[in-house]
Nanobody, 119 residues
Framework: QVTLVESGGGVVQAGDSLRLSCTAS????????MAWFRQPPGKDREFVAA????????RYAESVEGRFAISRDVAKNTVYLRMNDLKPEDTAVYYC????????????WGQGTQVTVST
């Protein structure tokens, strides 16, 4: 059973940058894809970014396109989310998730890390 642990959240001002990390441990880590989701206060969870692990393919939500970048360190079993030019509307709990097969759901989730962007 793979465990995902996010880190790197915090309180920042609008325009600042943060890098979130998500490290996998505790099992055979062979993802098909990794993704970041977020849940703003009082709202449903929403997709942010995803990558297919062994390819250069990635995609982003329109709201973060050009500001956020997903990347990986295969040796560290870690996926990152670089967030630039943060806006108050980026305030949310950020979760990483993994799917093991193309047709599967994102079945493994981390506990989340809070990002708060002040004006």
């Amino acid at each position: 059973q793979v465990t995902l642990v996010e880190s790197g959240g915090g309180v920042v001002q609008a325009g600042d940058s943060l890098r979130l990390s998500c490290t996998a441990s505790g099992g055979a880590f062979r993802p098909y894809a990794m993704a970041w989701f977020r849940q703003p206060p009082g709202k449903d969870r929403e997709f942010v970014a995803a990558m297919i692990w062994n390819t250069a393919y990635d995609r982003y939500a329109e709201s973060v396109e050009g500001r956020f970048a997903i990347s990986r360190d295969v040796a560290k079993n870690t996926v990152y989310l670089r967030m630039n030019d943060l806006k108050p509307e980026d305030t949310a709990v950020y979760y990483c998730a993994m799917k093991s097969l193309p047709a599967a759901d994102f079945g493994s989730w981390g506990q989340g890390t809070q990002v708060t962007v002040s004006t």
